[in-house]
C-alpha cells in the first residue's frame, strides 16, 4: 500500500468565531473551506493562552502559532516557563538562585534585586520578582534590596506609580526594602546614550 501523503497548510488569521455578527470569516464566501468541513473529518485548536505556551488569558500571534505546530507539543515562552517554574515550586528549588541566597546568608552580605518592576511581561514581570523576594523571605535574609526600573515602553508610561505601590504593600512586614527607583529610559537604555546609563549606574553604585 502507497503511504498517503498529507499536506500541512497554515492560513494565519483565519479563525472560528463566536459572535456572527462581527465574524468576516463566516460572513464571506468561502466554497471550498466549507466543502473540506461537510466532507471530511475536522477538530479546531486553542491558539492562545496556556495552549500555546503563554500566559492565560494572552492572545496568541503568527510566531507562537507555528512554533508550537512545528514542535507538536506546548512550547512555552519565557515567561510562561517562569509562570509554571513558580507555580509548580521548581523556581524556588533553581540552584542557581538557592546558591546566591545561601552565600548571601552565609556571609551575612547584602542581597541586590535589579530590573523592570511592571507587567509587561517581556522583559520581567512584577510576579517573578515577588516570588524571588518570597525566596528571600524563606532563607531569613535580613538585607534585601530592591532597585526597581519603571516600565514605560511594554506598558502604559504612566502605570510606574501603581506598579512600585503595590511592590511597597507586598513589601510591608517583609526585611525587603526599595533601595532605588529609576525610568528604564535611563537604566535600559539601547541606543548607546550612555550619559542616560551613567545617571541609572550612580544610583546604583554610588548612591547618587
Given at each position: ?91 524556588q528549588q533553581n540552584k542557581t538562585l538557592q546558591n546566591a541566597l545561601e552565600t548571601a546568608k552565609a556571609q ?6 535589579i530590573g523592570l518592576v511592571s507587567d509587561g511581561g517581556v522583559h520581567s514581570h512584577l510576579n517573578h520578582l ?60 539601547r541606543d548607546n546614550r550612555w550619559e542616560r546609563i551613567k545617571l541609572a549606574y550612580d544610583a546604583l553604585v554610588?548612591?547618587?
Open positions: 500500500m502507497k503511504p498517503q501523503k498529507t499536506m500541512l497548510i497554515i492560513m494565519d488569521g483565519w479563525g472560528i468565531g463566536q459572535v456572527p455578527a462581527s465574524d468576516a470569516i463566516r460572513a464571506a464566501n468561502t466554497p471550498f473551506t466549507d466543502s473540506l468541513y461537510q466532507q471530511y473529518p475536522n477538530t479546531t485548536l486553542t491558539t492562545c493562552g496556556e495552549a500555546v505556551g503563554l500566559p492565560e488569558g494572552q492572545m496568541g500571534n503568527s510566531e507562537v502559532g507555528h512554533l508550537n505546530l512545528g514542535a507538536g507539543r506546548i512550547v512555552y515562552q519565557e515567561l510562561q516557563r517562569i509562570n509554571v517554574a513558580i507555580r509548580e515550586k521548581s523556581f551575612d552580605k547584602s542581597l541586590h534585586l515577588k516570588a524571588m523576594i518570597d525566596c528571600c523571605v524563606a532563607k531569613n535574609l535580613n538585607k534585601v534590596y530592591v532597585h526597581a526600573f519603571t516600565d514605560g515602553r511594554d506598558c502604559d508610561p504612566k502605570s510606574g506609580l501603581g506598579f512600585i505601590k503595590d511592590l511597597q504593600s507586598y513589601l510591608e512586614n517583609k526585611p525587603v526594602k526599595i533601595a532605588s527607583l529609576c525610568g528604564r529610559y535611563y537604566a535600559m537604555d554610588n548612591g547618587k
